[in-house]
């Protein structure tokens, strides 16, 4: 059950969060000097001074919630609005989940062992200002042979009404011994004024558990949105997240994954779709530490406009991690001449018994397809739809939530519509 | 039905055909024949409405209309089909979903409802059958991972489903066996009608030997240097192409 938000902060979170603003001050704003940055500025968030998100005067209904699938995906529902969690609009009764407020974090023993471990140790410095300035954040912890069928679903809304707020949500997903579990967050955003989420999600998978998460960006046009992803997997746990990005006006989202025991397997997908001004970058980390992991990768993205994209994907496989499996893909599509993508992929091997592929492409529609489908009476601009849905078509396939393939389906194809009519 | 008057097309700065004449009525089949690089190829992706080639002269007439005023889609809603030489991948979109939306685009220019998901699979499946289909390509990708002979069969399948008034094929024997070939023959032959022309763009005369033709033309630098029945394409077969080059007229 959702417990009530405690009034002072206790000893390890105030801890916490001094440790993170040092680390913070130290490390600054990414710049595009850091070749991780180089080709997402940030100068529009660091420039600006941000304030905490306060609680908007406009109410929120459980009608209001604009995410794709929402209504659709039978799931627990959190619901988390402005930074703060909404327990009116959350539910979580009958699940077999241990679910709280990581600012009670110091009567759970999971959350003072996990909480900030993994955002510490790889000189982050956003991850390291949600630390210190998350507001209400989750905890979710599925017990030891826990198998949870429903989804939880966690929704994260901005209403901005003030200018150049932020939220740092931030989550902390435990997978017990033989677990198995799906994790939903999405993001999104109504009102008219610019602001910031910068988001960590922690996912500590131990031995044998199975992970689902997914990760939905469907921010304000005008919003800024950095995510970083953190997951720890144990032995023969198998962890698998998506992101389906289509929001935002600039977006960064980080996934860091650490194969920490033999035999696990790791699948990161993703699925961005953009248009206008948006610019969206996926970086992705994957370290093979130990032998007979397997990691796949596979990344599509759909550019229209004037819009920027970028993924580079880093595998890193130690000396003992021998057997490794590692696959990466990355393909992009460009709608229009002014549309740009940067993709690479990048390896650091020290084993000798490895397998890596990795592959990036970019291309444009394939003219011959849309005569082929227009000489069998299908319309112009039909046929390119079709095209730039089937693109994406195998992201979707491996969605695993019942009930959330469709309105996705029609959201994509309504993006089409409108990527034609730009 | 179709009226092809002094029909000349270029592409990349050179002229492929260089007026060809060509009169085709409901219930015909013609062959076209001609050696390679002789436009053949290229007269059936201009009726198709394939861009690229620039209409230098002439028109042609479908059903008293001008043809080049309608784009590819156009035309296929009014009846004209292609059969594709090289039939073309089309990875993330299945047979069934596009087959399906090709056909309800062409009955509603009939003024027909669309048919729906479940009428639509049983009428592909018999017509699958006929043409000794496997069942599961329904729901595959168009063409991905197809070898030739189920791409060709699938071009057939298709016209099968669409029934178009004007059937053209280009090359649709090419790359097939024997036993693939005559499948592919005895699918065209069971959609001839009276009401139904068919342009049959071929090499070989081998597939004449199943599809058998009112009317042979030959095709050769971008003219159509003979006409002929059925005993024209033999006498090419036994003669060789060479024979009718040595006829083309000058100009």
Not at chain 1, 295 to 309: A, I, T
Not at chain 1, 361 to 387: C, K, M, N, P, W
Request: hydrophobic share 40%.
């Amino acid at each position: 059950m959702l417990k009530d938000r405690s009034l002072g902060e206790p000893d390890w979170l105030s801890e916490c969060r001094r440790d993170a603003m040092v680390n913070f001050e130290e490390l600054g704003f990414p710049t595009q000097h850091d070749e991780d940055w180089k080709y997402t500025n940030l100068t529009a968030v660091s420039t600006k001074e941000h304030v905490i998100a306060e609680v908007p005067n406009q109410k929120l209904a459980i009608d209001d919630i604009n995410s794709v699938g929402f209504e659709e995906v039978d799931a627990h529902q959190v619901i988390f609005l402005n930074g703060r969690l909404i327990p009116e609009l959350s539910c979580l009764e009958e699940s077999s989940l241990e679910v709280g407020n990581l600012l009670n974090g110091q009567n759970n023993h999971l959350v003072l062992e996990h909480f900030a471990k993994q955002t510490d140790t790889v000189g982050n410095s956003l991850a390291a200002l949600n630390t210190a300035f998350f507001g209400d954040g989750i905890f979710i912890h599925v017990p030891d042979r826990v198998i949870e069928k429903k989804p939880i679903h966690l929704v994260f809304v901005t209403i901005a009404e003030q200018v150049d707020q932020f939220t740092h949500p931030r989550t902390l997903l435990i997978a017990g011994q033989d677990s198995q579990a799906t994790v939903i967050e999405s993001f999104v955003g109504m009102g008219e004024e610019p602001y910031w989420t910068n988001t960590v999600t922690e996912i500590v998978a131990a031995e044998n558990a199975r992970i689902q998460h997914y990760k939905l960006q469907q921010e304000h046009v005008k919003a800024h949105h950095t995510g970083f992803l953190f997951v720890d997997q144990a032995r023969n746990s198998n962890v698998t997240s998506h992101s389906l990005s289509f929001g935002g006006r600039l977006v960064r989202s980080d996934a860091h994954v650490r194969l920490g025991g033999e035999g696990c397997e790791c699948t990161l997908n993703g699925l961005y779709a953009v248009m206008g001004d948006q610019h969206v970058d996926h970086h992705t980390t994957i370290e093979h530490a130990q032998p007979h992991c397997k990691s796949n990768q596979l990344y599509r993205g759909v550019l229209d406009g004037r819009s920027k994209g970028v993924f580079n994907g880093k595998i890193i496989v130690r000396q003992d991690a021998q057997q490794t499996d590692a696959v990466q893909s990355n393909k992009n599509l460009l709608l229009s001449r002014k549309a740009e993508i940067n993709t690479k992929p990048q390896l650091e091997i020290d084993a000798n018994d490895v397998r890596c592929t990795h592959g990036a492409t970019i291309g444009q529609i394939d003219e011959e397809a849309v005569f082929y489908l227009r000489s069998r009476g299908i319309q112009s601009e039909e046929a390119r739809s079709l095209l730039t849905y089937a693109f994406v078509a195998d992201i979707l396939e491996n969605l695993q939530v019942d009930g959330w393939h469709e309105p996705l389906e029609e959201m994509l194809f309504d993006w089409v519509q409108q990527a034609q009519v730009e | 039905m179709l009226e092809v008057r002094n029909l000349s097309v270029r592409a990349d700065g050179k002229d492929i055909l260089n007026g060809i004449n060509l009169s085709i009525h409901r219930g015909e089949v013609h062959a076209i024949m001609g050696p390679n690089g002789s436009g053949k190829s290229t007269l059936a992706q201009v009726l198709a409405g394939r861009e690229g080639y620039e209409i230098t002269d002439g028109e042609v007439a479908y059903e008293g209309e001008n043809l080049f005023d309608l784009d590819p889609e156009e035309r296929a809603q009014a009846g004209i089909f292609l059969a594709f030489q090289y039939p073309v991948e089309i990875p993330g979109v299945s047979n069934l979903y596009f087959l399906r939306a090709a056909l309800n685009a062409i009955r509603k220019t009939k003024g027909q409802d669309p048919m729906d998901a479940i009428d639509f699979l049983e009428l592909a499946k018999k017509k699958m059958a006929n043409l000794e289909m496997d069942s599961t390509m329904i729901e595959r990708s168009v063409n991905a991972g197809f070898s030739g002979g189920e791409k060709k069969r699938n071009e057939i399948f298709q016209m099968s489903i669409l029934e178009p008034k004007l059937a053209i094929l280009d090359e649709t024997d090419s790359g097939l066996d024997i036993d693939a070939l005559k499948l592919v023959s005895h699918g065209v032959n069971k959609l001839r009608d009276p009401d139904r022309a068919m342009v049959v763009v071929t090499h070989y005369q081998r597939l004449l030997n199943y599809i058998v033709p009112d009317f042979v033309h030959v095709l050769a630098g971008g003219h159509i240097v003979k006409s002929g029945d059925k005993n024209l394409a033999l006498e090419l077969e036994e003669k060789g192409y060479g024979w009718i080059e040595e006829a083309e007229p000058t100009k």
